[in-house]
């Protein structure tokens, strides 16, 4: 059975339901053990302090930065918490966008998002309002000791959380030589038509430069600090009362399933009917060649 590998709250406005995360891939790759060529035998790793050669135990291991060579910043795991000690245990949708929008490039790891006790029928009402509504909710959270954008997706009975790239961690394509003989290359109008009509139909104002990664930020921030000899103060989350699961009916931004017009379904049906006949009109051409 499925383990939930992290618990909090997804939040929007006012409307908080608890989750729970789980994985969504179960990676298939060969895996190997490092093996002694003389005997065959199992290649141990430890822990060795570099200065003494004494193993370290586990429990005497700590985070370091390296600043300078052989300077390092020691940082704690209670003073990463308490950059942000709300988002560690929340997922806070920022924004409601068409899935169309989002680059394929920036998809990172997906996971399974369920609800939590107490929070199924809010789950539903949010899963349906976002099928019908064709939208992706955009939302950042922080797991482990990294900030993450993540898209929010209603695929079948379950919301898909897919962790995203931040702006600046993408390569630019500048940098790949083989792409400047793309300039070389020619096409005729009809050719340009099909392609410019399959953008159009697929084009719309996702920024993914707007999103930054600010705890990444406050990290290199602390680290900064305490390299100049700041004494950081640590600060823990409020323990905060526990307090009923709202009915998401009763949020206004939030359409109810039956609210969605007829015409939204049907246009995107239509565009969709007309995106699989531009890609195969363009696949007939390149089997030309």
Same mark, same amino acid.
């Given at each position: 059975?499925?383990?939930? =590998?992290?618990?909090?709250?997804?939040?929007?406005?006012?409307?908080?339901?608890? @989750?729970?995360?789980?994985?969504?891939?179960?990676?298939?790759?060969?895996?190997?053990?490092?093996?002694?060529?003389?005997?065959?035998?199992?290649?141990?790793?430890?822990?060795?302090?570099?200065?003494?050669?004494?193993?370290?135990?586990?429990?005497?291991?700590?985070?370091?930065? &390296?600043?300078?060579?052989?300077?390092?910043?020691?940082?704690?795991?209670?003073?990463?918490?308490?950059?942000?000690?709300?988002?560690?245990?929340?997922?806070?949708?920022?924004?409601?966008?068409?899935?169309? &929008?989002?680059?394929? =490039?920036?998809?990172?790891?997906?996971?399974?998002?369920?609800?939590?006790?107490?929070?199924?029928?809010?789950?539903?009402?949010?899963?349906?309002?976002?099928?019908?509504?064709?939208? /992706?909710?955009?939302?950042?959270? /922080?797991?482990?000791?990294?900030?993450?954008? @993540?898209?929010?997706?209603?695929?079948?009975?379950?919301?898909?959380?897919?962790?995203?790239?931040?702006?600046?961690?993408?390569?630019?394509?500048?940098?790949?030589?083989?792409?400047?003989? /793309?300039?070389?290359?020619?096409?005729?109008?009809?050719?340009?038509?099909?392609? &410019?009509?399959?953008?159009?139909?697929?084009?719309?104002?996702?920024?993914?430069?707007?999103?930054?990664?600010?705890?990444? $930020?406050?990290?290199?921030?602390?680290?900064?600090?305490?390299?100049?000899?700041?004494?950081?103060?640590?600060?823990?989350?409020?323990?905060?009362?526990?307090?009923?699961?709202?009915?998401?009916?009763?949020?206004?931004?939030?359409? $109810?399933?039956?609210?969605?017009?007829?015409?939204?379904?049907?246009?995107?049906?239509?565009?969709?009917?007309?995106? /699989?006949?531009?890609?195969?009109?363009?696949?007939?051409?390149?089997?030309?060649?």
């Amino acid at each position: 059975m499925a383990r939930a =590998i992290w618990s909090g709250t997804l939040t929007f406005g006012l409307v908080t339901i608890p @989750v729970k995360l789980y994985p969504a891939v179960q990676r298939k790759a060969v895996r190997f053990n490092q093996l002694d060529g003389e005997d065959n035998s199992r290649i141990q790793q430890r822990r060795v302090n570099s200065s003494t050669g004494e193993e370290v135990p586990y429990d005497r291991l700590v985070k370091g930065y &390296e600043i300078s060579p052989d300077r390092y910043v020691v940082i704690t795991q209670e003073e990463l918490d308490s950059l942000d000690p709300v988002r560690a245990r929340t997922i806070e949708i920022e924004d409601f966008v068409d899935g169309g &929008e989002i680059d394929p =490039i920036l998809y990172d790891t997906t996971y399974y998002l369920a609800p939590g006790a107490g929070g199924a029928k809010p789950y539903r009402l949010l899963l349906d309002a976002m099928r019908e509504s064709g939208r /992706v909710g955009i939302a950042r959270v /922080v797991l482990r000791t990294k900030e993450y954008l @993540v898209a929010l997706r209603p695929t079948g009975g379950a919301l898909q959380l897919t962790t995203l790239l931040f702006a600046d961690e993408v390569v630019d394509p500048a940098g790949v030589e083989e792409l400047e003989a /793309v300039g070389e290359a020619e096409t005729n109008a009809r050719e340009l038509g099909i392609a &410019e009509q399959l953008i159009g139909s697929l084009a719309g104002p996702f920024e993914p430069g707007r999103y930054t990664d600010e705890y990444r $930020a406050r990290v290199l921030d602390l680290i900064e600090r305490k390299a100049q000899g700041e004494q950081i103060e640590v600060v823990t989350a409020p323990q905060e009362a526990a307090s009923p699961v709202p009915d998401l009916m009763s949020a206004p931004h939030l359409p $109810a399933p039956w609210e969605a017009p007829h015409n939204t379904r049907a246009s995107g049906s239509q565009r969709s009917s007309f995106t /699989v006949r531009l890609l195969a009109a363009i696949s007939a051409w390149l089997a030309r060649f």
